[in-house]
C-alpha cells in the first residue's frame, strides 16, 4: 500500500501538520527527507531499514555525505538534504547561544559541544568563548589528540579567551570510547583551566564530557 493510501492520521506529513514534527517517529521523519523509497517499499519502510541498519539517528545523519550517499535508498541528493537538515540544527542551536541563551539553558551549550565534538574518531578538546552577557563570541576546537586522550594547555586557551576579550568559557571534549563520565585527569585538567583563566580575571563556567548521550556537565557535580 503507498502511503497516500494509508489513513490521513498516519501519514508522516499529515501527521506532523496535525500533531507537530515531535509526533513523528524517527523513521517516519527520515522518510519526509527521503520522499520515496526503494522497489517495493514506500519511504518510511525505506526509512525504517535505514535507522534499524544504520542507526540509531544520531549515527546515521552523522555520517560524511559521500558515506551516507552510498546507503540503499538514499543516493547523493538525499544524503545532501538529509546532511542539510543536520547543519540547519546545529545552527539554530548556536543562534540561541550566540543570544546569550548559554547559561539560561546550560543544556544547549552542552548539545552544541555533543553535536560538534561527537562525530569525531578521536579526542578533541573544544572551547566556547562568551562575552559578559554570555554571549557566543567563538567556538574552537583548540586541542587534538588520540583515543586515549588530548594534551590541553591552559595557557593557550587564556591567550585565546584574551584575543576574543571573552569574559568567560566554557570548554568540553568528546570521550570517543562512548563513555561520558569524566576521568581523574579530566577533573585535574579543569582545575588548572580554572587556575590559568582567573589569572586573566576569566570565568570558566562549565567543562562538558561528550560520549554517547547527553554530555556531562562538571559543573552540575560542583567540580568546576
Request: aromatic share 4%; glycine share 8%; with cysteine.
Given at each position: 500500500?503507498?502511503?497516500?493510501?494509508?489513513?490521513?492520521?498516519?501519514?508522516?506529513?499529515?501527521?506532523?501538520?496535525?500533531?507537530?514534527?515531535?509526533?513523528?517517529?524517527?523513521?517516519?521523519?527520515?522518510?519526509?527527507?527521503?520522499?520515496?523509497?526503494?522497489?517495493?517499499?514506500?519511504?518510511?519502510?525505506?526509512?525504517?531499514?535505514?535507522?534499524?541498519?544504520?542507526?540509531?539517528?544520531?549515527?546515521?545523519?552523522?555520517r560524511?555525505?559521500?558515506?551516507?550517499?552510498?546507503?540503499?535508498?538514499?543516493?547523493?541528493?538525499?544524503?545532501?538534504?538529509?546532511?542539510?537538515?543536520?547543519?540547519?540544527?546545529?545552527?539554530?542551536?548556536?543562534?540561541?547561544l550566540?543570544r546569550?541563551?548559554?547559561?539560561?539553558?546550560?543544556?544547549?551549550?552542552?548539545?552544541?559541544?555533543?553535536?560538534?565534538?561527537?562525530?569525531?574518531?578521536?579526542?578533541?578538546?573544544?572551547?566556547?568563548?562568551?562575552?559578559?552577557?554570555?554571549?557566543?563570541?567563538?567556538f574552537?576546537e583548540?586541542?587534538?589528540?588520540?583515543?586515549?586522550?588530548?594534551?590541553?594547555?591552559?595557557?593557550?586557551?587564556?591567550?585565546?579567551?584574551?584575543?576574543?576579550?571573552?569574559?568567560?568559557?566554557?570548554v568540553g571534549?568528546?570521550?570517543?570510547s562512548?563513555?561520558?563520565?569524566?576521568s581523574?585527569?579530566?577533573?585535574?585538567?579543569?582545575?588548572?583551566?580554572?587556575q590559568?583563566?582567573?589569572?586573566?580575571?576569566?570565568?570558566?563556567?562549565?567543562?562538558?564530557?561528550?560520549?554517547?548521550?547527553?554530555?556531562?556537565?562538571m559543573?552540575s557535580?560542583?567540580?568546576?
Open positions: 500500500m503507498h502511503i497516500r493510501d494509508w489513513p490521513a492520521a498516519e501519514r508522516p506529513r499529515e501527521k506532523l501538520l496535525a500533531r507537530g514534527a515531535g509526533a513523528l517517529s524517527d523513521a517516519e521523519l527520515v522518510a519526509l527527507f527521503l520522499g520515496s523509497g526503494v522497489r517495493g517499499q514506500d519511504a518510511v519502510a525505506t526509512a525504517r531499514a535505514l535507522v534499524a541498519e544504520h542507526g540509531p539517528l544520531r549515527l546515521l545523519l552523522e560524511p555525505p559521500r558515506e551516507l550517499a552510498k546507503l540503499r535508498g538514499v543516493g547523493p541528493a538525499r544524503a545532501c538534504t538529509l546532511s542539510a537538515a543536520l547543519e540547519i540544527g546545529q545552527r539554530v542551536l548556536a543562534a540561541e550566540e546569550g541563551e548559554a547559561l539560561k539553558d546550560p543544556p544547549a551549550a552542552g548539545r552544541l559541544f555533543a553535536q560538534r565534538l561527537r562525530p569525531c574518531d578521536h579526542e578533541v578538546f573544544a572551547v566556547m568563548f562568551l562575552d559578559t552577557r554570555h554571549r557566543m563570541l567563538a574552537e583548540m586541542f587534538h589528540g588520540t583515543l586515549d586522550g588530548a594534551e590541553v594547555h591552559p595557557r593557550d586557551v587564556a591567550r585565546r579567551a584574551l584575543a576574543h576579550n571573552a569574559a568567560a568559557v566554557l571534549h568528546n570521550h570517543p562512548g563513555n561520558p563520565e569524566p581523574a585527569a579530566d577533573r585535574a585538567v579543569t582545575a588548572r583551566l580554572k590559568a583563566l582567573a589569572l586573566v580575571d576569566v570565568r570558566l563556567l562549565d567543562h562538558f564530557v561528550v560520549g554517547d548521550g547527553p554530555a556531562v556537565s559543573a557535580r560542583g567540580w568546576v
